[in-house]
């Protein structure tokens, strides 16, 4: 009988790899190992018979040659006896041994391209300080995980594999190694032909071609036998090279000059580290054919300084040009002047021999050292492969004419068999040589850093002055200048970690980011895939996590992964996501609070339109177009799957809050609920409710049968306070007193947009002001009044525009909090429910009042040079006003040549049920422009007047445009016209 042992760090590793091969919703893992190819997991150096009384040191080698970080928990050792004559994973039988920490302190996850020690723990006294001495090693704690039981035999032919779920012994296994092969179906002699002796190891080697039916590793002769034991360190040859860290972006075949003397490729270090060219090669493969790697036709191009001043090294995340240097006499100022370039000597290496054939498929490799043809590559390129096997027409099927290069892109997942860069249909073929410079989208994305962008555009306003009163920048949002976009931001409360997730729009994998909450310093980043090779390109529109699971918001369900997935990950490591959970409202932002997933979807006109069913009309009398579906957690954190509304799939939500449109996150902090409403450049609005789920529901909704799910709204009847927020506000999470905010505007394609406030920093809100508010009285339509509007003034730069209000109350009105919105949408014929520009009332730091007392005037003046006074205004206008009967407004100009719209709103600030009056202009421009004197309603230096209608429409507010009444007027600043107001009761 064989003597076992169980080996509960293999078990680990075969269960990650199968989640990180994929899986179905809700059961992570469910394909074979038989999937890999290559295989993600290597057996690379067994001790059957290690040194001392017992063996107490025998172990296995493991080597990640996949790029992210295997869980060896969920893999198992498999250990197959007796020898038979072929076949053996199958006529055989297969003990299973688990891997395991065995309490010890380590890591049971082995790391992208590199090792880890399985050690067969038979002795519990010895340390890793006693293995170390009897190998001469210097191994860490964390380099090992254990398994338990008896040995394995030293004098019989024997096999081994590392399997994933379901522990297949014969469809699971990743790689297989046999040992003592030359005993046969018999024994075999320590020191005749036995593989090893007591003391020495046996070493495999990664094939050329690996065979996805034996899945065996080569056990070379001499190579692999009787070896000194060398844990932790691989031998020249053993694996592959990793793929992807030399990449070859651009080659120029065919150059322009009599006998081509400018041809060169392109290198790029995707690294971080420098890489000594001259120990690299370039291969040329002639041979067309399906694999032309595995082809003996290939000539090898040594990388070397040609005798010229340069420097070998490649820096990390730059370029490098190989140029063939076909004629000596050609300088590098040769070189520029033919590509219109200015590259220093030292950006040069160089080839000889040879140039390469302009109308055959031909496929070109760099490779590291022992510089294997098959194994060593790290990347691979194809051009001219129109012409298949015969010959292509400069012009018609070739990549290029003379003169032109090629461009290759770097996949988002390399296949690690053909190790190919992309040539696209697009961008690829028949391009300007550009010696030096990558496009975008040809390389990765660099590592995420949390480095401040230099290009910012920051147009302050007096929007955001009560917002930054509250707030604290905490920490840079990382990734901004490696061209990430930030959406989500979650705390971790296990880790004491915050989360930011973010997304590329050029089809690269999203992105979680770790930060540490009490430094802000970036941990790691981790990248986001659904199987091994497919990155996960969604929006990512928030993420939440609990103790032990996190969840990505992910437009049509939420994505689950494991907090232990990312504690174990290395920077830039792949995360693979598990289960996926159809949602009923979209998955557009989320946050979790005390048990319950809360997943929210955004809504908005110009958007796809949320279920029908999620219309519901809400206490103010508007409807509310989308919902947040509450999710009641489970014991482990487990959305409870087995609730599903028939119709679509999605999980039946236990709760469900109806919501205004454009939310983008959301964060809880006991009965109160903030969401972050924002779109585009304008200003983002901070909506704080306050709402007890104790309490008997608003409504119910019966769409999911006999038992009606409850819904609360979150509206004017609730809303306690709105606080005005630079743009592109995003996810939240409220923590110790504060409410951190993430915004999209510091993201490349925002930052720069002109009237931006971009932001850069996760910034944290104090709750305690936040929240401290009382609810704002409900506006009473009518009671503001806009009376006149001067859109287009005299003076450079329009410095004395304004609009006049005019209280019609029998109170006063303090207009602190209150805001002037500006419409644009003049296609649609209730414009208040689309489009607005927002602009913030205020003193502008000027000796003013902020009240407008009953049945009398303010001017709000849109201060747009602030040089200008009291005195200049009145001035301008031939009037006495005193200072206290100004207001203040600043932001961007208002259209003078189209139809636009303005209302004067409550502090509340919703663009409809929070107006007190609405006006329009220029109606006579349609949706197109008008010309001034001929059909706009003013020229320069002109007002417009509006009067207060019979009776007010109360969804629609507006006040009357009379014609010719209100139309070219001579402005009259703090004074109105008979029967302009509404009359006195």
């Known amino acids: 009988m064989p003597q076992k042992s169980y080996i509960p760090f293999f078990a680990g590793l075969f269960a990650v790899l199968l989640s990180l091969i994929g899986g179905t919703a809700g059961i992570p893992g469910t394909a074979y190992a038989a999937a890999e190819n290559p295989p993600s997991l290597l057996i690379t150096e067994v001790m059957i018979h290690s040194p001392e009384t017992g063996a107490p040191y025998r172990y296995i080698e493991l080597y990640n040659n996949s790029g992210r970080s295997i869980d060896l928990t969920k893999r198992k050792l498999l250990y197959y006896w007796p020898g038979v004559a072929s076949n053996p994973w199958q006529n055989t039988s297969a003990d299973t041994y688990d891997l395991i920490a065995d309490g010890r302190t380590t890591d049971t996850y082995i790391h992208p391209y590199s090792t880890k020690i399985v050690w067969l723990l038979t002795d519990e006294t010895k340390t890793v300080a006693d293995f170390n001495i009897a190998y001469n090693a210097h191994l860490t704690e964390d380099q090992f995980v254990y398994t338990k039981g008896n040995g394995f035999n030293y004098t019989a032919q024997r096999y081994m594999a590392i399997v994933s779920p379901p522990y297949d012994k014969v469809n699971d296994r990743i790689t297989f190694v046999r040992y003592n092969a030359d005993a046969g179906t018999g024994t075999c002699t320590a020191g005749i032909n036995c593989d090893f002796v007591q003391g020495e190891s046996v070493d495999y080697y990664f094939p050329e071609q690996f065979d996805t039916t034996s899945r065996e590793m080569t056990r070379k002769t001499p190579q692999s036998l009787h070896q000194a034991p060398t844990p932790g360190t691989l031998k020249s040859g053993q694996v592959p090279t990793p793929p992807g860290k030399l990449l070859i972006t651009e080659m120029v075949i065919h150059s322009s000059g009599t006998g081509t003397p400018y041809r060169y490729i392109e290198l790029y270090n995707n690294s971080a580290q420098a890489i000594d060219l001259s120990q690299q090669k370039l291969l040329y493969y002639w041979n067309v054919s399906a694999k032309p790697w595995l082809s003996p036709g290939v000539d090898t191009y040594s990388i070397v300084s040609a005798g010229r001043a340069t420097d070998m090294f490649i820096q990390p995340y730059s370029t490098k040009i190989v140029w063939l240097l076909s004629d000596a006499s050609k300088t590098t100022a040769d070189f520029n002047a033919n590509y219109h370039t200015s590259l220093p000597e030292s950006q040069f290496a160089y080839i000889q021999g040879s140039g390469f054939s302009y109308t055959a498929q031909r496929y070109m490799a760099v490779v590291g050292s022992p510089y294997n043809q098959v194994n060593d590559r790290h990347s691979f390129v194809r051009y001219n492969a129109d ?22 892109y770097a996949p988002a997942s390399f296949d690690t068999e053909s190790r190919e860069m992309v040539r696209k249909t697009s961008g690829t073929t028949h391009q300007t040589p550009t010696p030096g410079t990558v496009k975008a989208g040809q390389v990765p994305p660099r590592p995420p850093t949390q480095t401040e962008p230099a290009d910012m555009v920051v147009t302050d306003s007096p929007n955001y002055a009560k917002y930054f009163s509250m707030s604290t920048a905490h920490f840079i949002v990382p990734g901004l200048t490696e061209d990430y976009v930030p959406q989500g931001i979650c705390y971790v409360p296990s880790k ?61 369900g939420i994505d689950q992964f494991d907090i232990k997935d990312i504690e174990h990950a290395v920077n830039m490591d792949t995360l693979i996501l598990t289960d996926h959970i159809k949602t009923e409202s979209r998955a557009d932002y989320m946050t979790i609070d005390n048990g319950v997933l809360w997943v929210g979807e955004h809504a908005r006109y110009t958007y796809p339109v949320t279920d029908t069913t999620h219309h519901l009309q809400n206490r103010d009398n508007r409807e509310y177009s989308a919902w947040v579906s509450g999710y009641r957690l489970a014991a482990g954190e487990a959305v409870v799957t087995s609730r599903v509304y028939a119709a679509t799939g999605a999980v039946i939500p236990d709760y469900i809050l109806a919501v205004p449109d454009e939310v983008q996150g959301m964060a809880i902090d006991g009965n109160r609920i903030v969401l972050s409403k924002s779109y585009g450049s304008r200003t983002s609005d901070l909506l704080v409710y306050q709402v007890n789920l104790a309490d008997p529901p608003h409504t119910t909704t019966a769409k999911f049968g006999a038992t009606a799910t409850p819904v609360w709204f979150l509206d004017g009847e609730n809303q306690l306070y709105n606080l005005m927020a630079p743009p592109m506000a995003e996810g939240m999470f409220v923590r110790g007193g504060n409410l951190y905010t993430v915004f999209e505007s510091g993201a490349t394609p925002y930052r720069t947009a002109s009237g931006m406030y971009a932001v850069d920093h996760v910034y944290a809100t104090n709750t ?12 009473v339509p009518g009671d503001l009044q806009i009376t006149e509007a001067v859109i287009s003034s005299t003076g450079v730069n329009q410095p004395y525009r304004y609009i006049e209000l005019y209280n019609n109350s029998n109170q006063p009105i303090d207009l602190t909090d209150h805001r002037i919105y500006y419409y644009w949408g003049n296609q649609y014929a209730k414009p208040w429910e689309y489009d607005v520009g927002e602009y913030l009332v205020y003193s502008a730091g000027r000796t003013t009042d902020m009240t407008i007392e009953p049945h009398s005037t303010k001017i709000v003046w849109f201060l747009s040079d602030e040089t200008k006074t009291v005195s200049d205004f009145n001035a301008a ?9 100004f207001v203040y407004i600043k932001g961007g100009a208002f259209s003078a040549t189209t139809q636009r719209f303005l209302a004067i709103v409550g502090p509340a600030g919703d663009k409809d049920v929070d107006r007190y009056t609405f006006v329009r202009y220029n109606t006579g421009a349609g949706t197109g422009n008008c010309t001034a004197g001929v059909n706009c309603d003013f020229q ?46």
Request: net charge negative; charged share 15%; proline share 9%.
């Open 387 to 408: 012409a298949g096997t015969g010959s292509c027409t400069a012009g018609v099927n070739c990549d290029f004419v003379q003169g032109e290069g090629v461009n290759y």
């Open 877 to 885: 206008y031939g009037t006495s006003l005193t200072a206290d009967q």
């Open 496 to 556: 004491n970690w915050m989360i930011v997730v973010s997304y590329r729009s050029d089809g690269g994998p999203s992105l979680l980011s770790v930060i540490d909450f009490t430094s802000g310093n970036l941990i790691k980043s981790v990248r986001l895939f659904t199987d091994p090779l497919t990155p996960y390109t969604g929006h990512a529109g928030g993420i939440a996590a609990g103790v032990s699971h996190g969840w990505i918001a992910s437009v049509n």
């Open 940 to 985: 320069s230096g002109e007002s417009i007047v509006y009067f207060y209608p019979s009776s007010l429409n109360e969804v629609s507010r507006e006040l009357d445009r009379k014609v010719p009444e209100s139309l070219h007027q001579p402005p009259t600043p703090g004074t109105v016209l008979p029967g302009q107001v509404r009359p006195l009761p």
């Open 768 to 779: 305690a002001s936040l929240f401290s508010a009382t609810a704002p009285p409900r506006v």
